[in-house]
């Protein structure tokens, strides 16, 4: 066991006697973990004490931090201050050991990280900053979110639903920072501690079951100054109706919907009476002729003549013209942030052309008709005469009854069957739309 332990503890309570109580605390901790007999703890809080923390210059703090770290380049670290402190070399500023990247992997110099493609769109990584905390004891803001663990003014731990992205003049970048997670805070006490930690750096709770801390939500780099004010409440989307309001709406709707299909389909039935017939017939004729025509060329027929070309636009091609590019910032939740580069193609528009054919072509189409009518029980085709160059295509026959109750007449076209069965004077049962009145032909029965 450490046979310095009172000196530790002494130097605890020197530093809270001297206005640093967050340090006493933190250092307290560190002891705690270590006497545990949990080397892999200690071991981790040591680091995240030598790393994120300003480091009185003493022998015996050196001492304990040199026992318990097993970190090659921490060890180094600390034998080299206590070395320097022994021989009164002192360096008042605080080095912290820098570790490289493992979290990404590094493309050639010059060439930007490509993060992720959606669509169009293409994310870049433009490299890792600090978020900024203002500290509610004293005041002091702008403070470092990934350094300043604690206020440097009044020793208070970090709030981090207190952190924000910084304004463009404001952003310190952090280099080759190894992400290990977001942040947990402490149930006991609130202070934020490094994912990797198992025991509150401020109180030495354990952090089994801490939760995350909070994320703030991605801003454009335009809204970098605005958030600078953020107190880390995000606003909620305002709704623009209620429930109830939007419910009431949909049953407005409906209602409507279900009185406009019983106005449409709500019929009453009267009776009529056949008062009279009528018929209309009709042969279409073609004629074989030479026909004008216009097409693109690859789709012009191979019995055309009298071809003349000439060049149109077809249509229009998408040309990629530039790319335009925006920033955002991604709160990784540790202290620090990712500004990601956001670049989408620009496009122009660019004419297409192609070969347009004017050209003439022989073909059947239609070219009169051979009509007839009447309003008699004995309907007739016409006497059909063609030409030499002209074909019968298709006919077609209507047959219509005209229909009388005590105060309306209706027209009802029949098929052929019905129109030779129905007689004059005849009653039959007709449909009729309870509000327009119009008659609903095909539900015409003889009526009982």
């Given at each position: 066991m450490f046979d310095r332990h009172d000196d530790i503890v002494q130097?605890?309570?020197?530093?809270?006697?001297?206005?640093?109580?967050?340090?006493?605390?933190?250092?307290?901790?560190?002891?705690?973990?270590?006497?545990?007999?949990?080397d892999?703890?200690?071991?981790?809080?040591?680091d995240v004490f030598l790393r994120h923390q300003p480091v009185p210059d003493d022998e015996a703090l050196w001492l304990l931090l040199l026992e318990i770290l097993d970190d090659g380049d921490a060890m180094r670290y600390a034998s080299d201050?206590?070395?320097?402190?022994?021989?009164?070399?002192?360096?008042s500023s605080f080095a912290p050991v820098q570790e490289p990247n493992q979290e990404e992997t590094t493309e050639a110099d010059g060439e930007k990280r490509l993060l992720e493609r959606a669509g169009n769109a293409r994310v870049y990584d433009a490299g890792t900053y600090q978020m900024l905390w203002d500290c509610a004891y004293c005041g002091t803001d702008k403070l470092l979110g990934l350094n300043h663990r604690f206020c440097p003014n009044c020793g208070a731990p970090q709030d981090t639903t207190r952190r924000y992205f910084p304004s463009e003049e404001d952003m310190v970048a952090v280099e080759n920072h190894k992400f290990i997670g977001a942040d947990v805070v402490c149930p006991a006490c609130g202070t934020a501690n490094a994912a990797s930690t198992e025991y509150c750096q401020q109180c030495g709770s354990p952090l089994t079951d801490a939760a995350k801390a909070?994320?703030?939500?991605?801003?454009?780099a335009a809204s970098g100054a605005a958030s600078s004010q953020a107190t880390g409440q995000l606003a909620k989307p305002s709704r623009a109706l209620s429930q109830r309001t939007l419910f009431a709406i949909l049953g407005?709707?409906?209602?409507?919907i279900v009185v406009a299909i019983v106005l449409i389909t709500w019929t009453r039935d009267?009776?009529?009476?056949?008062?009279?017939?009528?018929?209309?017939?009709?042969?279409?004729?073609?004629?074989?002729?030479?026909r004008?025509?216009?097409?693109?060329?690859?789709?012009?027929?191979?019995?055309?003549?009298?071809?003349?070309?000439?060049?149109?636009?077809?249509?229009?091609?998408?040309?990629?013209d530039g790319e335009t590019c925006t920033f955002r910032n991604v709160d990784r939740g540790d202290g620090t942030f990712r500004r990601e580069e956001v670049c989408t193609t620009n496009y122009r528009s660019e004419p297409v052309y192609d070969?347009?054919?004017?050209?003439?072509?022989?073909?059947?189409?239609?070219?009169?008709?051979?009509?007839?009518?009447?309003?008699?029980?004995?309907?007739?085709?016409?006497?059909?005469?063609?030409?030499?160059?002209?074909?019968?295509?298709?006919?077609?026959?209507?047959?219509?009854?005209?229909?009388?109750?005590?105060?309306?007449?209706?027209?009802?076209?029949?098929?052929?069957?019905?129109?030779?069965?129905?007689?004059?004077?005849?009653?039959?049962?007709l449909a009729i739309g309870a509000v327009a009145g119009e008659p609903r032909c095909n539900s015409l029965e003889p009526a009982q």
């Open positions: 130097l605890a309570k020197a530093l809270e006697a001297a206005g640093h109580p967050a340090q006493a605390g933190r250092l307290r901790v560190l002891l705690n973990v270590f006497e545990s007999g949990d892999a703890a200690a071991d981790e809080q040591a201050k206590l070395q320097a402190i022994r021989m009164g070399e002192v360096n909070k994320l703030k939500h991605a801003s454009s407005g709707v409906a209602a409507l009267t009776t009529v009476s056949v008062a009279a017939h009528a018929w209309e017939r009709e042969i279409r004729i073609e004629d074989f002729a030479p004008s025509r216009g097409d693109w060329c690859n789709s012009m027929p191979g019995d055309a003549y009298q071809v003349s070309r000439s060049e149109r636009q077809r249509g229009t091609r998408q040309v990629a070969t347009y054919c004017n050209y003439t072509v022989d073909r059947w189409e239609y070219a009169r008709s051979a009509e007839t009518a009447g309003a008699n029980r004995t309907p007739v085709w016409a006497d059909l005469r063609l030409g030499g160059d002209e074909r019968e295509s298709g006919r077609d026959a209507d047959y219509f009854l005209e229909l009388r109750n005590e105060n309306n007449d209706y027209r009802c076209q029949v098929d052929e069957d019905l129109w030779t069965q129905a007689d004059e004077g005849s009653r039959w049962t």
